[in-house]
């Protein structure tokens, strides 16, 4: 573009072209740049030099950066710096800059195209505006000689002006659609009354509304009688042919409803003006006296409320009540016609052929100066007619009106040069953001440089880390002061080491036993904890070199086995009772024969006693002896039975009882004892 560039000053301040501003754009301050390939140039990056200040980091960036703002200045685009943006390292930052003269670049060159292309346009623009002022002077004088003249032969009874071109369209794309007509062929249909088809003709290239293209032109057939034939055309301007279904007659009608509609080239329907209107031809209106007898002919009726029939001087179509048709017979002299309708009738004069100069004779107008459709009837009436006919008609609807002027409206050219669009460009200065290591004095550390991009702070040996600053340019600083040097540690013999030891206690006199290594320094050490023994105490020794931390070990109590219980079965000094042995738990009082229980006694630990008395003996029954008459009784005395006997028996029944109890309380006091 370098070449071709050079010219953009000079068309900048031609026709059609403007100064543009290029906003934010930023170069590296004090940068000269060449063509691209050449040297490159430095750009500043923040660091730090000796003394904690700002230095430069060189970036290589490319020369033709400049070159292009220099071509941009010289075409009238001011660039202008928008600030800074940082990167974290070179590489991103020399990305970015060779993106900018890429864009740059490709904003230039489109600028000069549009620039080009202003300049054609406007050139453009200069004869499409001398064209129309000549068009006008035409129209102007055309509209003059119309009105002059309205009232001659040929021309329209009334000055109109022409806004619609639609004379042929022979390319145009014909589509038929038919909900319910009766398809003969591709362009021929049979339509019962109140049936329809629309023919829908695209591709035009002929046909303009106030110098506008139109896209799309759609007609609309409905029959008015009970069968209908339709051929249609495939030129829109050509229009249709039709006929009555029904035998040939003397007295027949064709009749279908006719509705035409235009799309402009943007597709949208159009809505016609009184300012700028359409005027449609109505030609060719034949009434053969032998084909029509008394019937009206080719006529058009019934014509839409926003279309109006203008005449044409001299012609002998007329508009009676809905009818629009000729009111004479035009077929020949003979029947009264002022030309004959064709060389065989009028071989000099004849009026009825698409060329013919009089041709306005069976011919008018109809202007439609609002809305967006016109429609009517297309009729072919005959009655008592000479002929036999199917009232054939090929009707051609289109804007070639029959007269000798019809003015066409020129469109003022619409302006196609543009001014060439602003470059909206943006650039900022480049800038690569850095770490630095110092002391407090803002001193670099030694050995620690400045590193490209935003980086953490970091262990210096020597040096204790402070807090890290940024810069207002986003550099990063970490601050550190320098540790305090240690004291030279003093040899052995110039110092008493304080010892520490860890001992289980009643170990202390084994240093093997020791619980930790002991610490030989100049303090002694805490005590701390040690897994599986218990702090008891810390005693220094007497000379005071050393401390010994006492522990005693952690131990676990043995959980202690549940006891076991037993039941015995004693008597009341507290012998085992014949038969029944010691039974292990806690067991039931048993009925034990011979023994009564007396009760059962729980000792501490929870052993059973039940104790029982041995039943007393029965006494024995005691037999008196049989006196013999011969023999004289013993000397003893006899004992004593029966009161006496209980007399003596119970005193002596009292010592024994007494004596056996103070024997039983004494035995129990000494088994109690022992217990």
């Given at each position: 573009?370098?070449?071709?560039?050079?010219k953009?000053?000079?068309?900048?301040?031609?026709?059609?072209a403007?100064?543009?501003?290029?906003?934010g754009?930023?170069?590296?301050?004090?940068?000269?740049?060449a063509?691209?390939g050449?040297?490159t140039?430095?750009?500043s990056?923040?660091?730090?030099?000796?003394?904690?200040?700002?230095?430069?980091?060189d970036?290589?960036?490319?020369?033709?950066?400049?070159?292009?703002?220099?071509?941009?200045?010289?075409?009238?685009?001011d660039?202008k710096p928008?600030?800074?943006?940082?990167?974290e390292?070179?590489a991103?930052?020399?990305?970015?800059?060779?993106?900018?003269?890429?864009?740059?670049?490709?904003?230039?060159?489109?600028?000069?195209?549009?620039?080009?292309?202003?300049?054609?346009n406007?050139?453009?623009?200069?004869k499409?505006?001398?064209?129309?002022?000549?068009?006008?002077e035409?129209?102007?004088k055309?509209v003059?000689?119309?009105e002059?003249?309205?009232?001659?032969?040929?021309?329209l009874?009334?000055?109109?002006?022409?806004?619609?071109?639609?004379?042929?369209?022979?390319?145009?794309?014909?589509?038929?659609?038919?909900?319910d007509?009766q398809k003969?062929?591709?362009?021929?249909?049979?339509?019962?009354?109140?049936?329809?088809?629309?023919?829908?003709?695209?591709?035009?290239?002929?046909?303009?509304?106030?110098?506008?293209?139109?896209?799309k032109?759609?007609?609309?057939?409905?029959?008015?009688?009970a069968?209908?034939?339709?051929?249609?055309?495939?030129d829109?301007?050509?229009?249709?042919?039709?006929?009555?279904n029904?035998?040939?007659?003397?007295?027949?009608?064709?009749?279908?409803?006719?509705?035409a509609?235009?799309y402009?080239?943007?597709g949208k329907?159009?809505?016609?003006?009184?300012?700028?209107?359409?005027?449609?031809?109505?030609?060719?209106l034949?009434?053969s006296?032998?084909q029509?007898?008394?019937g009206?002919?080719?006529?058009?009726?019934?014509?839409?409320?926003?279309?109006?029939?203008?005449?044409?001087?001299?012609?002998e179509?007329k508009?009676?009540?809905?009818?629009i048709s000729?009111?004479?017979?035009?077929?020949?002299?003979?029947?009264?016609?002022?030309f004959?309708?064709?060389?065989s009738?009028d071989?000099?004069?004849?009026?009825?052929g698409?060329?013919r100069?009089?041709?306005?004779?069976g011919?008018?107008?109809a202007?439609?100066?609002?809305?967006?459709?016109?429609e009517?009837?297309?009729?072919?009436?005959?009655?008592?007619a000479?002929?036999?006919?199917q009232?054939?008609?090929?009707f051609a609807?289109?804007?070639?009106?029959?007269?000798?002027?019809?003015?066409?409206?020129p469109?003022?050219p619409?302006?196609?040069?543009?001014?060439?669009?602003?470059?909206?460009?943006?650039?900022?200065?480049p800038?690569?953001?850095s770490?630095?290591?110092?002391?407090?004095?803002?001193?670099?550390?030694?050995?620690n440089?400045?590193?490209?991009g935003?980086?953490?702070?970091?262990?210096?040996?020597?040096?204790?880390?402070?807090?890290t600053?940024?810069?207002?340019?986003?550099?990063?600083?970490?601050?550190?002061?320098?540790?305090?040097?240690?004291?030279?540690?003093p040899?052995?013999?110039?110092?008493?080491?304080?010892?520490?030891?860890w001992?289980?206690e009643?170990?202390?006199?084994?240093?093997?036993?020791?619980?930790?290594?002991p610490?030989e320094?100049?303090?002694?050490?805490?005590?701390?904890?040690?897994?599986?023994?218990?702090?008891?105490?810390?005693?220094?020794?007497?000379?005071?070199?050393?401390?010994?931390?006492y522990?005693?070990?952690?131990?676990?109590?043995?959980?202690?086995?549940?006891k076991?219980?037993?039941?015995?079965?004693?008597?009341?000094?507290?012998?085992?009772?014949?038969g029944y042995?010691?039974?292990?738990g806690?067991q039931?009082?048993?009925?034990?024969?011979?023994?009564?229980?007396?009760?059962?006694?729980k000792?501490k630990?929870?052993?059973?006693?039940?104790?029982?008395?041995?039943?007393?003996?029965?006494?024995?029954?005691?037999?008196?002896?049989?006196?013999?008459?011969?023999?004289k009784?013993?000397?003893?005395?006899p004992?004593?039975?029966?009161?006496?006997?209980?007399?003596?028996?119970?005193?002596?029944?009292?010592?024994?009882?007494?004596?056996?109890?103070?024997?039983?309380?004494?035995l129990v006091?000494?088994?109690?004892?022992?217990?």
């Amino acid at each position: 573009m370098s070449k071709n560039f050079d010219k953009i000053k000079n068309r900048a301040t031609g026709a059609g072209a403007i100064l543009v501003t290029v906003l934010g754009v930023a170069l590296p301050s004090g940068a000269v740049f060449a063509e691209q390939g050449a040297t490159t140039a430095p750009v500043s990056v923040s660091g730090t030099n000796s003394a904690g200040n700002v230095s430069s980091t060189d970036i290589a960036l490319p020369k033709d950066f400049t070159e292009l703002i220099a071509k941009a200045k010289a075409a009238g685009v001011d660039i202008k710096p928008s600030g800074v943006k940082t990167f974290e390292s070179k590489a991103e930052a020399e990305k970015y800059v060779a993106d900018k003269v890429t864009e740059l670049r490709g904003k230039l060159d489109q600028y000069q195209k549009d620039v080009e292309a202003s300049k054609a346009n406007s050139e453009k623009d200069k004869k499409a505006q001398e064209d129309y002022k000549k068009a006008l002077e035409d129209y102007n004088k055309k509209v003059a000689d119309a009105e002059k003249n309205k009232t001659k032969d040929g021309y329209l009874s009334e000055a109109l002006t022409q806004s619609l071109i639609f004379e042929s369209e022979p390319n145009a794309k014909l589509t038929i659609t038919s909900k319910d007509g009766q398809k003969v062929d591709d362009f021929t249909y049979n339509l019962s009354k109140g049936q329809s088809l629309t023919a829908t003709y695209e591709n035009l290239t002929n046909t303009t509304y106030r110098g506008d293209k139109v896209s799309k032109v759609v007609y609309t057939y409905t029959a008015n009688d009970a069968s209908d034939n339709l051929v249609i055309s495939k030129d829109p301007t050509i229009t249709v042919h039709l006929k009555n279904n029904a035998a040939a007659s003397n007295t027949i009608t064709s009749n279908v409803h006719f509705k035409a509609q235009f799309y402009d080239s943007k597709g949208k329907l159009i809505t016609f003006t009184d300012k700028d209107p359409a005027v449609f031809s109505l030609n060719s209106l034949n009434r053969s006296k032998a084909q029509v007898g008394t019937g009206h002919g080719e006529s058009v009726v019934n014509l839409s409320k926003n279309a109006r029939f203008v005449p044409i001087s001299g012609s002998e179509v007329k508009k009676s009540g809905d009818w629009i048709s000729s009111a004479v017979y035009n077929d020949s002299k003979e029947n009264g016609s002022r030309f004959g309708a064709n060389p065989s009738l009028d071989k000099d004069g004849y009026w009825d052929g698409p060329d013919r100069p009089n041709r306005w004779y069976g011919a008018g107008a109809a202007i439609l100066a609002s809305g967006d459709t016109i429609e009517f009837d297309i009729v072919n009436e005959s009655k008592d007619a000479q002929a036999k006919t199917q009232g054939e008609y090929w009707f051609a609807f289109n804007s070639k009106v029959a007269v000798a002027n019809l003015p066409v409206k020129p469109t003022e050219p619409v302006k196609t040069a543009q001014d060439p669009k602003p470059i909206d460009f943006k650039y900022e200065t480049p800038k690569v953001l850095s770490t630095s290591y110092v002391d407090e004095g803002g001193n670099p550390i030694p050995g620690n440089p400045t590193e490209e991009g935003t980086k953490p702070k970091k262990d210096i040996p020597g040096w204790t880390f402070v807090k890290t600053e940024k810069d207002k340019d986003g550099n990063t600083r970490h601050i550190y002061k320098k540790t305090p040097e240690a004291k030279p540690t003093p040899k052995v013999d110039d110092v008493d080491k304080k010892k520490t030891r860890w001992v289980e206690e009643g170990k202390e006199g084994n240093p093997k036993d020791d619980l930790k290594t002991p610490f030989e320094g100049d303090n002694f050490q805490p005590n701390g904890e040690i897994t599986g023994y218990t702090f008891v105490k810390s005693q220094p020794s007497p000379d005071g070199k050393e401390m010994i931390h006492y522990f005693k070990r952690v131990t676990t109590p043995t959980p202690e086995a549940p006891k076991k219980t037993t039941t015995k079965y004693v008597d009341e000094g507290g012998n085992p009772i014949p038969g029944y042995p010691t039974k292990d738990g806690e067991q039931p009082k048993e009925d034990i024969p011979g023994w009564t229980f007396v009760r059962t006694d729980k000792d501490k630990d929870g052993n059973v006693t039940h104790v029982y008395k041995k039943n007393p003996e029965a006494p024995a029954k005691t037999e008196t002896p049989t006196k013999t008459p011969d023999k004289k009784p013993d000397v003893k005395k006899p004992v004593q039975t029966g009161v006496n006997a209980g007399k003596f028996a119970a005193p002596m029944l009292g010592v024994g009882a007494g004596s056996a109890v103070l024997g039983f309380a004494k035995l129990v006091s000494k088994h109690k004892n022992k217990d």
